[in-house]
């Protein structure tokens, strides 16, 4: 079993998810989102899916893109 990194889980059906040279192991994709996904630059939500990145900030929609900067 493993033990996910967010919340501390034993699970055996844990997985892993590689990012750069980093190993990160968690119990389900939601620990795994709360942990690694980016944050709206105008709303602060966790960005589930693609998003989009402006001036080098990244938002969860285009509506706050437009209001973010």
């Known amino acids: 079993m493993a033990q996910c990194k967010t919340c501390g889980n034993n699970y055996d059906k844990a997985f892993q998810v590689i990012m ?4 990160h192991t968690y119990d389900s994709f939601e620990c795994a989102i709360h ?3 980016p944050v709206c630059g105008h709303c602060g939500i966790r960005i589930v899916g693609h998003g989009l990145e402006s001036a080098g900030k990244f938002y969860c929609c285009e509506h706050c893109a437009e209001n973010g900067h």
């Open 20 to 23: 750069g040279s980093k190993t």
């Open 35 to 37: 942990a690694l996904g």
